[in-house]
T-cell receptor, first 110, second 114 residues
Framework: DAKTTQPTSMDCAEGRAANLPCNHSTISGNEYVYWYRQIHSQGPQYIIHGLKNNETNEMASLIITEDRKSSTLILPHATLRDTAVYYCIAVNSGYSTLTFGKGTMLLVSP | EPEVTQTPSHQVTQMGQEVILRCVPISNHLYFYWYRQILGQKVEFLVSFYNNEISEKSEIFDDQFSVERPDGSNFTLKIRSTKLEDSAMYFC????????????FGQGTRLTVV
């Protein structure tokens, strides 16, 4: 699976949009970009995933660049409960193993 | 919302003892996984299980570890002879298929080996 690079930490004010970047310059054509998050001491939680097109669900939006070398997870109106570690993971559709990196620690402040 | 249930939430065991961590995956899910997270470190894959057999395992999952789905509902991780370095949070996950779209993780079991 392609390596992903994320900032170690980010801050966001409550109510504002949180934009979390991820670089995956070596991603291959059959690798999806998945985002998970882990709220302190809890199990990872699936957020969203995409291959080429931008995606949106009730939790977030995922913007993938045309060359697929980077993506951005957008939480449109961050709340205090969105404080968590966010993981960007490239997943080969043929494999079942999620490989977690260090992720981005997002701190949402009042 | 359906959830993966893990018991116990915290287990303390003496070094060298056997421990069994239990998980009840979501009922219609077919794929099952164990992950662990040592305090302050990354979430690490241990093993995946499908159709009553291991489909993939990591280097961490050595002969001291085993998994079982004894009764069609529970999914267990057994550590035969625990070591201090086995102290970690252990997460069970399940998914309908091998794609991770609908994978749900449990809240974890904190294992402390003393």
């Amino acid at each position: 699976d392609a390596k992903t690079t994320q900032p170690t930490s980010m801050d966001c004010a409550e109510g504002r949009a949180a934009n979390l970047p991820c670089n995956h310059s070596t991603i291959s054509g059959n690798e999806y970009v998945y985002w998970y998050r882990q709220i302190h001491s809890q199990g990872p939680q699936y957020i969203i995933h995409g291959l080429k097109n931008n995606e949106t669900n009730e939790m977030a939006s995922l913007i993938i660049t045309e060359d697929r070398k980077s993506s951005t997870l957008i939480l449109p109106h961050a709340t205090l409960r969105d404080t968590a570690v966010y993981y960007c993971i490239a997943v080969n559709s043929g494999y079942s193993t999620l490989t977690f990196g260090k992720g981005t620690m997002l701190l949402v402040s009042p | 919302e359906p959830e993966v249930t893990q018991t116990p939430s915290h287990q303390v065991t003496q070094m060298g003892q056997e421990v069994i961590l239990r998980c009840v995956p979501i009922s219609n899910h077919l794929y099952f996984y164990w992950y662990r997270q040592i305090l302050g470190q990354k979430v690490e894959f241990l093993v995946s299980f499908y159709n009553n057999e291991i489909s993939e395992k990591s280097e961490i999952f050595d002969d001291q570890f085993s998994v079982e789905r004894p009764d069609g509902s529970n999914f267990t991780l057994k550590i035969r002879s625990t070591k201090l370095e086995d102290s970690a949070m252990y997460f069970c996950a399940s998914s309908v298929n091998s794609r991770w779209t609908e994978a749900f993780f449990g809240q974890g079991t904190r294992l402390t080996v003393v």
